[in-house]
């Protein structure tokens, strides 16, 4: 029980942790661009999120497959300091982690190369001839290097469960490079920039907001280096002089007769097979970048660049924080192979998606009708004219979709073998293809321009919530038989609940709707903040067992 109760307080801190993180990171970033998007026009914020793009890009082709791999890097002594490797504090496995840690900078640097060069070809001349252009596009290229070199530091914190130290970098590094991005902005627009439309310059404006996006991003990958460095020779180096894992790429000596190394050759060969699976799995989940990249116009491309801002806001603070530490937890614990892991595993994993589920009830119900009321005081008078207010409706049935295919994938990630990942890799090569032609019917055919993005959007995630869901039915039901385990009612989780209160909500929904509509004033939203709060109650009431028991484990374990 103390064993169960540590591994799922460790999950709960982990989530919370992360959580914070976000939160506080994604506020600050909240509030610096909801006062950016008053002085900068839909082509910036869309040649920015092009920017962002390529970043994001590099970033993740070069370090997301070796996040993962390194989850399942064990010991190289089976019977030495067992309780020290799977508390992480293993030196050779942190070393192996370290080595691994540059295999990312190996990737990234000749790939910004190709793709930042392959793309600046394309870019049109207007932006090409911004004032600082070139110079933006250059520190972009640094921020992704000196972002890379801090891969060794994250993969020791990762694998230790280290969320504590991982959120508080991350937080900083985002706070430090909005700040950065806009007093940049303002500092030009209120001391340089003049006023009226004789001295204002918007040519000038415009490459100052460029320059000004990269210098926050090159901002944010220093003081990741920085802090992890000083974390690294003050608390780990001195602390752990004679014994202490080294930052440099060196060569793992065992005690047994094994030769040495500097990588594990099974992590080796599983990272290889996941780098290919995540290639389809990015054109899935950046696909949308690059249809808009190729069939909407710069000033579609900020819209849509905002609309995910804001739309997937809750996605960033609460489901990506689960989502991370949920594949961590899983990853730890089925390294182990017993009953009680399982069963735990599985219990975990069907109390999320209810809480999913639940949450996803609320957004439906109350965020397309609310959200245009809450934006418009937001946005400024530059959006407020463009299509944004009636698509963030739409997106707003786009949210439970991406989010439950989240935790769904972070469990395929944390236990698929490599031949299961390599045969995902061929599914997710048929959805990318099905995306793709739902994109040109949507968008080309049927003209519905983002909301035909959107729909697309919504049938990718289905496609691979069923996949991942199927795979999921059949891990726990080959494993439970195997271990001699009756499994009967284990295998799926009990909904019944859900569904009266799903009644419930729809009812609720429907009177909303028929009385009150899309909200236009403060009456109407405080009778939808009523009838959300009234729901929730029920859910509370209805899940009162499920609650209760969180609350014992969770005190237990304290």
Known sequence: MAAKNEHLNKFADGVLFLMLGQTLSKGVNFLLNTLLVRYLSPRIFGITSFLEFLLSTVLFFSRESVR????????????????????????????????????????????????????????????????????????????????????????????????????????????????????????????????????????????IAILAFAIGKLVHAATLLAFYSYNYYTEIYKKDSGEAYSYKLTKIKTKTKQEPYYFQNDIVQHFKKVYFQLCFKHLLTEGDKLIINSLCTVEEQGIYSLLSNYGSLITRLLFAPIEEALRLFLARLLSVSSTKNLRLSMKVLIDLTKFYLYLSLFIIIFGPINSSFLLKFVIGSKWSSTSFLETIRSYCFYIPFLSLNGIFEAFFQSVASGDQIFKHSYVMMLFSGIFLFNCWLFIEHFDLSLEGLIVSNILNMALRIAYCGNFIYKFYHYLLKESSTDSTGLNLPNLSTFKNVSIVAAIIGAIDWYFIGYVENIQGLLVNIVLAVSLLILVIYKEKGLITELLVAKSYGA
């Open 68 to 207: 993962i791999s390194t989850l399942r890097i064990k010991s190289s002594t089976e019977t030495l300091e067992k309780e020290k490797a799977e508390d992480g504090k293993d030196t050779q496995t942190l070393q192996s982690l370290i080595n691994f840690g540059y295999i990312p900078f190996l990737i990234g640097l000749p790939l910004s190369l190709i793709l930042i060069s392959w793309q600046y070809s394309n870019l049109n001349s207007y932006f090409i001839d911004l004032p600082y252009f070139r110079a933006s596009i250059f520190l972009i290229w640094l921020s992704i290097l000196i972002e890379l070199l801090s891969e060794p530091f994250y993969l020791v914190h990762q694998y230790s469960l280290n969320h504590f130290t991982r959120s508080k970098y991350e937080s900083l590094g985002i706070t430090f490079a909005c700040i950065a991005n806009f007093v940049i902005v303002v500092w030009f627009e209120k001391m340089v920039n003049g006023a009226g439309l004789e001295l204002h310059d918007d040519y000038k404006q415009e490459g």
